[in-house]
T-cell receptor
């Protein structure tokens, strides 16, 4: 496809369970970002991948959150032992290259609900 | 640390009226500023960006924004609102590093 895709689009889970969220960036985009959007709030940066560089994990809220990226393709965001406060829309974005000036293209998001 | 403040989490305007969405930034160095729009059930898309060239930036769908250093502002405007403009709008800032810092968003409602 031409855009960033994310799966699943919706995920309902029980407190304490682990979840995996997937992001397929635009082909050829070297940079990939994960954000969290809680209800009524702005986008919260989580993690950034740029090529083969070490990822910038400075936005991850706790050690329950982790993310991986295979080369310059798919990324998976994993949340272990989910809590109700993890409920949010998780957005993935990719850009042609890193750096703040490179336009980020966003996926539709995964809506996570933790019961 | 960089930050942006969007005044007004909800803005309502009549169809055909001026749209004004406010964004102020905090910075000690020249920023790069962005406006993104999120239509219902869609991902965010870039409306326009300021990258230290012209201070008046034109974007898609008739929107424009003016960078005012003296006021540390980057307000978004459109002369005449259309029903299709109903969406959530996010202002964002970066200083050339990899991370965008987003505001909390302004939900725009258009009154027929």
């Amino acid at each position: 496809g031409a855009g960033v895709s994310q799966s699943p689009s919706n995920k309902v889970t029980e407190k304490g369970k682990d979840v995996e969220l997937r992001c397929d960036p635009i082909s050829g985009h070297t940079a990939l970002y994960w954000y969290r959007q809680r209800l009524g709030q702005g986008l919260e940066f989580l993690i950034y991948f740029q090529g083969n560089s070490a990822p910038d994990k400075s936005g991850l809220p706790s050690d329950r959150f982790s993310a991986e990226r295979t080369g310059e393709s798919v990324s998976t965001l994993t949340i272990q032992r989910t809590q109700q406060e993890d409920s949010a829309v998780y957005l993935c974005a990719s850009s042609r290259r890193g750096g703040g000036l490179s336009e980020q293209f966003f996926g539709p998001g995964t809506r996570l609900t933790v019961l | 640390a960089q930050s942006v403040t969007q005044l007004g989490s909800h803005v309502s305007v009549s169809e055909g009226a001026l749209v004004l969405l406010r964004c102020n930034y905090s910075s000690s160095v020249p920023p790069y500023l962005f406006w993104y729009v999120q239509y219902p059930n869609q991902g965010l898309q870039l409306l326009l960006k300021y990258t230290s060239a012209a201070t008046l930036v034109k974007g898609i769908n008739g929107f424009e924004a003016e960078f005012k250093k003296s006021e540390t502002s980057f307000h978004l405007t459109k002369p005449s609102a259309h029903m299709s403009d109903a969406a959530e709008y996010f202002c964002a800032v970066t200083f050339g590093n990899e991370k965008l810092t987003f505001g909390t968003g302004t939900r725009l409602t258009i009154i027929p």
